[in-house]
């Protein structure tokens, strides 16, 4: 995945992309380029390496001058990070960027190699920047456009630059984001709307296979035979300070202390008179009372956030649930039809195999739910229905805010679904959603607290294998947190389900090795512990997640993490007081905690936590 930009207007052009380009930093960050008509002639710049590396290339050899031009930030998918590789590609009359992936690049080189057309990239991007040249021969940017994306293969968005028109940027996509931000007499292309927030929150979506043509005469959009069509205007409601660390060291740690914020906000979104509704979007009782059986489908993240909403539903309303991951279920021929409802849960709306999975459910009959944080997404537009989480932008490579959105959405689902089914009766969901509205002061007590999750960042720092393990609730953390600590820390980290390990994977725990422990559900907290003492006798560091009054035998815990979220039964317990959650609840101000040890480990192992290596903030191939 790469970000794109563009821009026309009366500002200095690279300052613009520059800026919009650190915001989709995200995107991808082994290369950066931009290219501006100066004087009429385009001028490329670009290098491998982060933003920061683009910035001193410019600084070096001067900024081009300029009011138009494009900019890419590159996540490697074809071809190594190298200053050739990075993106614009031009051949001479066209200058491309490019965010997605060209499927068919091999045989399009192929037939352009025959027609005489050279190479020195190894990107599949440098074709298309030769493709349309080759149709460009009546110059007519439009047709040539139209002729070129008709020979294109996977996905692709595009901003595009022809010499002989200066002060003018084409784009088009399919599959891939692309925005159009419509400033007062200056207009933007962008992969995300954080990109061009700090001047204008106005936009227009490109559909796929939708051209604009954009200039200082204003913008134009093309159906894909050419005809003018007209867009409608939408405005962001995201806020520039959303979009910018605000004094943090890093966006990660940002949007870890925005949680309990952002939980109120989403929750206040889905909650009428006391409970959740979803009436609004389609989701009614009626159709909740039909549902057979519910499959959750997403990746990473968002699938471990799949796991908990799938224990919430089945134990609150007894309806069978399965969590897919999406790479897999788009290929493994689901036996998924009318009566299911498949639920896909994605932070950018725009992951490749989550929106597969997506249209293989609606091509089954399946109705289709999207719990997405991205509402102009491809995943929000497809879905049959889409619960919008209100995190706001997640900058961070490592979802924090986003999955913490996603649980909550997915509790209030739970509580709703159960009712609609008859599983309890209105007081108790009233008395539920009480309780998921205590969730935002225990996450905050976990922020509060936060020099806990250091001081076990400092005992993880020079680990090179830990373990996380849980049961039930505590399993599907334990995965999350792992995730989140390898992702960022590049310490290799396993989750088992706690009696899962003595399967086989006991065999290499030895002297020293950090087992995380999560031990916040009470109904299994005794089986867990048996489990901690195994790893503790073969020599195991036992660092235990749990809620502040768990007791443990002594000896048994070398390090306790004790969460204030209440010390009694939650059996008859009135919402009122404080903290106190259910157990069911008690994720939420846990998975914070774990979000955090792996934090504070990153920035004491050196790495800058926003952007791990080999990864990007969406994953929008295969
Ligand atoms: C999370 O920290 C990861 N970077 C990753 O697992 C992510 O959650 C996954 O790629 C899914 O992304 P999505 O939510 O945008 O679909």
Redesign the pocket.
């Known amino acids: 995945m790469c970000g794109i930009v563009g821009y026309i207007g009366g500002r200095d052009c690279a300052d613009v992309l520059m800026d919009g380009l650190e915001k989709l930093e995200y995107r991808g960050y082994d290369s950066a380029g931009i290219a501006v008509f100066e004087k009429n002639i385009i001028r490329t710049v670009k290098t491998r390496g982060k933003l920061k590396c683009m910035a001193d290339k410019l600084a070096a050899e001067g900024k081009p001058e300029g009011f138009c031009g494009i900019g890419h930030t590159r996540w490697a998918t074809h071809g190594e990070p190298s200053d050739i590789n990075s993106h614009p590609h031009s051949n001479g009359r066209v200058t491309i960027v490019h965010n997605g992936i060209i499927e068919n690049y091999a045989e399009l080189k192929e037939f352009l190699t025959e027609k005489g057309y050279s190479f020195v990239s190894q990107t599949d991007s440098e074709i298309v920047a030769c493709l349309l040249d080759f149709y460009y021969d009546e110059r007519e940017p439009l047709r040539a456009i139209m002729e070129t994306v008709k020979e294109l293969r996977g996905s692709y968005a595009l901003g595009i630059l022809f010499k002989d028109f200066p002060d003018r940027v084409y784009a088009t996509r399919k599959g891939s984001p692309l925005i159009v931000g419509l400033g007062e007499s200056e207009y933007f292309i962008a992969s995300d709307i954080p990109a061009f927030l700090k001047y204008t929150k106005n936009y227009a979506l490109l559909d796929d296979d939708e051209i604009v043509a954009i200039d200082n005469g204003g913008v134009r959009f093309f159906d894909v035979h050419g005809i003018e069509v007209k867009k409608r205007v939408q405005t962001a409601d995201w806020d520039i300070e959303q979009a910018q660390k605000c004094g943090y060291p890093h966006y990660m740690l940002k949007e870890i202390h925005e949680q309990p914020e952002v939980v109120k906000k989403t929750l206040d979104s889905l909650v009428r008179d006391g409970v959740p509704d979803f009436s609004g979007i389609g989701l009614t009782d009626d159709f909740l009372r039909g549902v057979k059986r519910v499959f959750v489908v997403?990746?990473?993240?968002?699938m471990y956030a799949g796991m908990v909403g799938r224990y919430a539903v089945e134990k609150l309303a007894r309806v069978p649930v399965a969590v897919e991951i999406a790479s897999e279920f788009r290929y493994m021929d689901p036996i998924v039809g009318e009566d299911d409802l498949v639920i896909l849960?994605?932070?950018?709306?725009?992951?490749a195999d989550?929106i597969a999975s997506l249209e293989l459910a609606k091509s089954r009959g399946a109705k289709t739910l999207a719990v997405v944080n991205v509402k102009y997404s491809a995943i929000a537009r497809g879905a049959d229905m889409c619960i919008h989480t209100l995190a706001g932008p997640e900058i961070a490579?490592?979802?924090t805010k986003?999955y913490m959105v996603q649980i909550t959405a997915l509790y209030a689902l739970a509580f709703r679904f159960a009712y609609a089914r008859g599983k309890i009766p209105a007081d108790e969901m009233k008395r539920l959603t009480a309780q998921l509205y205590n969730a935002p002061k225990a996450i905050r007590d976990v922020i509060d607290n936060k020099d806990e999750c250091q001081f076990i960042a400092s005992q993880l720092v020079n680990v090179e294998t830990l373990f996380f393990i849980g049961r039930g609730f505590d399993y599907a953390l334990s995965l999350e947190g792992s995730?989140?600590l390898k992702?960022i820390t590049y310490i290799h980290s396993e989750a088992y389900a706690a009696g899962e390990l003595k399967h086989g994977t006991i065999s290499l725990i030895e002297r020293g090795i950090p087992v995380i422990t999560v031990a916040t559900q009470r109904d299994v907290l005794a089986k867990t512990v048996s489990n901690m003492e195994e790893v503790k006798a073969r020599g195991a560091t036992i660092i235990a997640v749990c809620r502040k009054g768990t007791e443990f035998a002594e000896g048994t815990v070398d390090i306790k993490l004790g969460l204030n979220i209440g010390d009694e039964p939650s059996v008859g317990c009135e919402p009122s007081i404080g903290c106190e959650l259910d157990d069911m609840l008690i994720p939420l101000p846990t998975v914070c905690a774990l979000q955090l040890i792996a934090y504070y480990t990153s920035v004491l192992r050196g790495i800058d936590p926003d952007k791990p290596r080999n990864?990007a903030?969406?994953?929008t191939t295969e």
């Open positions: 997403a990746c990473g993240t968002a849960v994605s932070q950018s709306g725009e992951t989550t490579v490592a979802s986003a995730l989140k992702e990864l903030k969406s994953v």
